[in-house]
Every structure is written in structure tokens, then in C-alpha cells.
């Protein structure tokens, strides 16, 4: 199969990679609204506990434990383009039935959960269709310059949407500002539409016994394979899955926290989110010369590992005034975040052969948002006791925020200084470690 035409002047004149970036940055920006105006919901007009609040992530969470193997496998076996269609329209039907509810006066926390669960399962078809099928849409050596482009958008939606959604949530109430994100997912399908670039056709390898198409099972098992078995994915998908464990024992409960304990107010929250995500945008911008200067591997350890002072600026931010520390907090965790998930994603996506990336992706997303839930769910626990309480559950996820990089430290990743080439194509090629 012929690789994609290189337009001239990089991706900024490839039409195609410029609809796919059309549709994450509408898309982005629409999910900043509800990001915020969600929890809002349930905090300012439903009136929910810290725990019923946590509950809202982790039922939005869950699907990626539920899910994610087997979407790997549908996603491998069918074309990529229109799942993420479906995924787009659907998570827009789901969320417009937010303001509806409301403006009848019938909304609760159990739709908040319904669409929560609903939105998360079509976000797992989606982000694992999404991230296999950029390599069919530019080059090989261009994908970390794609990704960058596209954690850009997201960095930009970061800065501007907490600001734009406060305002909102300030001005037409929690419930009516969750319309703008269903309208957002819209919009992206209709870019993904418009994307003309013929995919890969979809091959079906005979199983190992030469026996037609192996079973879905068969190829869950050969994801699973093709990770664990691999040291420096296994290194990357135990950091990147332990950090959101840990930090979602934090990001459950936060906005309670900004509300509750230290007082703050819609407008004053996104306040923090959108100056704060200035490090997503920096992150983004300096994510490639960080890896040339440093090498690739040095550059996913060291990023990962500063996850942990920014959670525990978070905790030392005082009552008196938290912002300055609340932002400086928000700053290094985009900082940090960015330069991480471009180069591991970036990385994963450059060893794995095309006929693999969608159980490589959902193996990964399994592992590393499989723990969400978990993480939530535990935070809104620790939360809810009365000697822990809020500040003190932040207290232990900054501590514990010092062990994931550990995992990326102790595999070959630490060896790794260029992005290296693809292995090879079956599965059992993945055995080896990679240094």
C-alpha cells in the first residue's frame, strides 16, 4: 500500500489532516463547556455530595473498562472514518438531552449518570478509532508533528474554554451551556465527513491455525500480547495508568473543593482552568525540540514525573488567596501532560504495524483510562470521610503521584533517544524490548 502524498510545506497544506484538525478543535472547545458546566450541574442546581460528584466521573470513566478491548478489535476489522462519525453524533444527541431535561424541569443525577455512561462508551469508539487512523491519513515521520498540531487545538480550547464556559454557566446556567458542546460534536462529524483520503483497505489475517478470521477474542488476546509483552509500552501503560489512578483521587473532587472549601465561584474557577492551560500550549509547542534535545525516553520520564508538584501546589494553595497557586498548579500539569502524551502517543504509534493500532490504542486506553474510574470512585471516598475530607484526599494523591514514573524508569524507555522504527508485523514480534 502506497504511503500518503507528502503535500509541500508540511501538514498546514495537507486538506485532509486540516478537516481531521478542524474536528478536534471545534470538538475540544465544546468539551471544555461541559467539562466544566457538568459538575457545575450537579454541584450548583442538583445539589450533590462530593461523592454523587465523583460518581459523575466515574460512570463516565467506566466504559473504558468495559470497552475498550473489543473496540479495539471492531475497529481493526472495519473502517475508522465512519465510527468516528457515529461516535460525534451520538455523544451530540446524548448531551443535548441535558438542557431539554431541564428546561422541563425533569432533570437528575441518574440522567447526569445515563449520559455520563452513554457519552463514555461512544468517547471509547471514538479516541480508539481516532488515534488509529491518523497514521493512515499523514506519514510515518510526520506524526509527532500531527499530534503536536492537534494538542494545540486542544491547548488552545484549554485556555479559552474554562473562561468561555464560566462565563456561560454565569450567564445562561450550568444545564443550557452544555448545548454548545453538543452542537461541537456536530460540527466534528461533518469535518470527518468532508476527510476524502482513502483509508488502508481492512486485511483479516487467517488465525494461527490458518483457519479464516480469528475471533474477536483471539484478537483481544493478541493486543494484550502485543502490549505486555513489549517492556517499554508495558513501562509506559503501568506510569501513564497509575498517574490517572492517583490523580483522579484529586480531580474528582476538585471542583467541590474550589467551590466548597475555598469558596470560589463559576467565572473565578474558569478563570483558573484557562490561564492555567497556558502550559498545555507551551507543552505542545516545545514537545518535539524537548524530545531532540533530551531523546524521547528521557523526555516521557521527566514529564510524567512532574504530574506530582503540580497536585501538590494544589494542596499548599491557601484558603486566603488560592489562586495565584491554583493556576501555577494548572500551568506545570498542561506542561507536563502535553510533552508526555505527544511523545509515548507519538512513540506507540510509530512501532505498531497499521493492522494492529487499533488493539495496540485500545489495549493502551484500557490500561491508562481503565484506572479513571477506580480513581474517582476512590476519591470520592476519601472525600466523603470525615477525617480526610477534601484537602486531605488532594494531600494523598500528591503523594502518591510520585510513583508512576517509576514504571517508564525501570523499562527500556530510559534508553530510548529517537523515535524508532516500526517492529514487525505480527504479533508475536513484540516479545522483544525495545531500547
Given amino acids: 500500500m502506497a504511503s500518503p502524498t507528502r503535500p509541500r510545506g508540511g501538514l498546514l497544506h495537507h486538506a485532509d489532516f486540516l478537516k481531521l484538525w478542524s474536528a478536534e478543535t471545534v470538538s475540544q472547545f465544546g468539551t471544555q463547556v461541559s467539562q466544566l458546566a457538568i459538575p457545575l450541574t450537579a454541584v450548583l442546581i442538583l445539589e450533590a455530595t462530593p461523592f454523587e460528584v465523583a460518581l459523575l466521573g466515574t460512570i463516565e470513566f467506566l466504559p473504558f473498562i468495559l470497552f475498550t478491548l473489543p473496540a479495539g478489535a471492531w475497529v481493526d476489522r472495519l473502517r475508522r472514518r465512519p465510527l468516528m462519525i457515529v461516535g460525534d453524533v451520538g455523544r451530540g444527541v446524548a448531551l443535548g438531552t441535558i438542557p431539554v431535561a431541564y428546561a422541563l424541569g425533569d432533570l437528575t443525577l441518574i440522567q ?252 493502551m486506553r484500557f490500561v491508562v483510562w481503565g484506572t479513571i474510574p477506580i480513581g474517582s470512585l476512590i476519591g470520592g471516598a476519601l472525600a466523603s470521610m470525615g477525617a480526610i475530607g477534601l484537602h486531605g484526599t488532594i494531600w494523598i494523591a500528591a503523594v502518591l503521584s510520585l510513583i508512576p514514573a517509576v514504571f517508564p524508569l525501570l523499562s527500556p524507555v530510559r534508553h530510548l533517544r529517537t523515535m524508532p522504527e516500526p517492529i514487525g508485523d505480527e504479533p508475536s514480534s513484540a516479545t522483544g524490548a525495545i531500547a
Fill in 112 to 363: 447526569l449518570y445515563v449520559v455520563g455512561f452513554v457519552t463514555g462508551t461512544l468517547t471509547v469508539l471514538f479516541d480508539v478509532a481516532y488515534q488509529s487512523y491518523l497514521p493512515s491519513v499523514v506519514e510515518r515521520d510526520q506524526l509527532i508533528e500531527g499530534n503536536s498540531k492537534l494538542q494545540i487545538s486542544v491547548s488552545a480550547a484549554q485556555i479559552a474554554g474554562p473562561g468561555i464556559a464560566g462565563y456561560l454557566v454565569g450567564l445562561i446556567k450550568a444545564p443550557f451551556a452544555i448545548l454548545f458542546d453538543a452542537l461541537s460534536f456536530f460540527a466534528s462529524a461533518g469535518f470527518v465527513f468532508l476527510i476524502r483520503r482513502p483509508e488502508p483497505p481492512v486485511v483479516h489475517h487467517a488465525d494461527a491455525s490458518g483457519v479464516g478470521r480469528p475471533s474477536i477474542v483471539d484478537e483481544i488476546k493478541d493486543g494484550l500480547r502485543f502490549v505486555l509483552r513489549n517492556r517499554s509500552l508495558r513501562g509506559i501503560a503501568f506510569g501513564t495508568g497509575s498517574s490517572n489512578l492517583f490523580g483522579n483521587f484529586a480531580q474528582a473532587i476538585l471542583i467541590v473543593y474550589m467551590v466548597r472549601e475555598l469558596g470560589l465561584s463559576p467565572v473565578q474557577i474558569g478563570l483558573i482552568f484557562g490561564i492555567g492551560a497556558v502550559g498545555f500550549l507551551v507543552g505542545a509547542l516545545v514537545a518535539n525540540r524537548v524530545a531532540n534535545v533530551l531523546g524521547v525516553g528521557p523526555t516521557i520520564i521527566g514529564s510524567l514525573a512532574l504530574s506530582a508538584p503540580a497536585l501538590f501546589l494544589i494542596a499548599l494553595a491557601p484558603a486566603s488567596n488560592p489562586l495565584p497557586c491554583l493556576i501555577a498548579a494548572q500551568v506545570l500539569f498542561g506542561l507536563a501532560v502535553m510533552i508526555y502524551n505527544i511523545n509515548q502517543v507519538s512513540y506507540r504509534q510509530a512501532i505498531c504495524p497499521p493492522r494492529m493500532q487499533g488493539r495496540m490504542n485500545a489495549t
